[in-house]
């Protein structure tokens, strides 16, 4: 399956992996593409982070695995937490470009979480620091096609649907009821991206 992705992939890579589908499916997809990439897992010290963690380890791909060894702050969001000891974790990878798996719909999302607090210009970037988002042009519906086309093995993360996290009620509640307004919505999102066939 053809994909668009912005700007060419190095060839050598660290993959921030999950083990949920979006990740899975760019393993999946830079390897099929001659792509050296290591996957770099990180235990937030939950239930389900450690059945990941497992999970990824019973798949044999060659990952880096690193683990949460401090509590956070009293009143501090735990989302905002756990991502500062992963991308700490992350930061540690510097002799090669490591790769997010942020997509399409990732995009919308967080341009919404921008509209709310009066940030109209809030998009991911391709690239910030050591990081690049190749699939920012996929959309979610392409990633789970593809996975099915490939038969991919992933993990869902039940805490997705937990609509306490701002990301997830926008995921769940918010972005459906505008795609009833407004089915033109991924076309709009796009258009600030430049896609590469690939």
Not at 62 to 67: E, F, L, P, R, V
Not at 72 to 95: A, H, I, M, V
Request: hydrophobic fraction near 35%; charged fraction near 25%; proline fraction near 6%.
């Amino acid at each position: 399956m053809s994909m668009k992705i912005v700007r060419p992939i190095p060839k050598r890579l660290y993959l921030a992996c999950s083990g949920g589908i979006d990740s899975m499916f760019a393993l999946h997809f830079l390897r099929a593409g001659g792509r050296d990439v290591t996957p770099l897992y990180f235990n937030h010290g939950t239930e389900f982070g450690q059945s990941c963690e497992n999970f990824l380890k019973s798949l044999d791909i060659g990952a880096i695995y690193g683990k949460i060894e401090k509590t956070p702050e009293k009143g501090r969001s735990l989302e905002d937490f756990w991502r500062e000891c992963r991308y700490n974790f992350l930061e540690q990878f510097t002799d090669a470009p490591v790769v997010t798996a942020h997509h399409l719909d990732d995009q919308i999302e967080t341009w919404l979480q921008g509209v709310c607090h009066g940030r109209l210009d809030r998009i991911i970037p391709y690239e910030r620091g050591n990081y690049i988002r190749p699939f920012i042009y996929v959309s979610k519906k392409e990633i789970k096609d593809y996975a099915h086309h490939h038969s991919l093995t992933y993990l869902n993360d039940p805490s997705n649907e937990d609509v306490r996290f701002t990301r997830n009620r926008i995921r769940n509640k918010i972005i459906p009821e505008l795609l009833e307004v407004n089915p033109g919505l991924y076309k709009s999102i796009k258009k600030i991206v430049n896609p590469v066939e690939c």
